[in-house]
T-cell receptor, first 113, second 114 residues
Framework: NAGVMQNPRHLVRRRGQEARLRCSPM?????VYWYRQLPEEGLKFMVY????????ESGMPKERFSAEFPKEGPSILRIQQVVRGDSAAYFC???????????FGPGTRLTVL | GQQLNQSPQSMFIQEGEDVSMNCTSS?????WLWYKQEPGEGPVLLIA?????ELTSNGRLTAQFGITRKDSFLNISASIPSDVGIYFC??????????????FGTGTRLKVLA
């Protein structure tokens, strides 16, 4: 039973470049959530997706950030024109049901130079 | 964004001691969960609570869902060095506007002295 997979584990980008973070949910899970964590802080909800639909994106910045969860393939969190303030750990979680327990991936640590 | 208040923020304890931490909110949740996060890793689910008043154990860990549905408690008995990490609570439910909410606490950083 594979857990939630995220790649890459570490990503370095220069200011202005694009960052793409991938998340494959646990087998049997069709609900995906993205969180952001700054050093020494808690997790901040960004977006909740179910296959091909964005359910709640209230935590995601209106500009430069987008997320998708296509019918086939992993969920993608995309950050365009990255800035230094985007440097953080981004975690993906998945659940079987809408209000089910969330299981987390190992995270992607984004560093913007 | 909204976060739950956890206390204490951090604690140093001696190996073998019991540990207590809690999480409070101004709003009601349907589910309370407790996670542990170690450096460089994602949070790992420890315990999930589904009913007000529920008391659930997982090995040396015991958690309770507060009667008011606005708080939860986690206890660790006879702590060991590998208990080191950050413990997060999370509340889950539906907001008054009908939107989904899954809110994390600010974390309790636990350090165990051998």
């Amino acid at each position: 039973n594979a857990g939630v997979m995220q790649n890459p584990r570490h990503l370095v980008r220069r200011r202005g470049q694009e960052a793409r973070l991938r998340c494959s949910p646990m087998k049997g899970h069709s609900h995906v959530y993205w969180y952001r964590q700054l050093p020494e802080e808690g997790l901040k909800f960004m977006v909740y997706l179910q296959k091909e639909n964005i359910i709640d994106e209230s935590g995601m910045p209106k500009e430069r950030f987008s997320a998708e969860f296509p019918k086939e393939g992993p969920s993608i969190l995309r950050i365009q024109q990255v800035v230094r303030g985007d440097s953080a750990a981004y975690f993906c979680a998945s659940s079987r049901d809408r209000l089910g327990e969330q299981f987390f991936g190992p995270g992607t640590r984004l560093t913007v130079l | 964004g909204q976060q739950l208040n956890q206390s204490p923020q951090s604690m140093f304890i001696q190996e073998g001691e019991d540990v207590s931490m809690n999480c409070t909110s101004s709003s009601i949740f349907n589910t309370w969960l407790w996670y542990k996060q170690e450096p460089g890793e994602g949070p790992v689910l420890l315990i999930a609570l589904y009913k007000a008043g529920e008391l659930t154990s997982n090995g040396r860990l015991t958690a309770q869902f507060g009667i008011t549905r606005k708080d939860s408690f986690l206890n660790i008995s006879a702590s060991i060095p590998s208990d080191v990490g950050i413990y997060f609570c999370a509340g889950q439910g539906i907001s008054t506007s009908g939107t989904y909410k899954y809110i994390f606490g600010t974390g309790t950083r636990l350090k165990v002295l051998a």
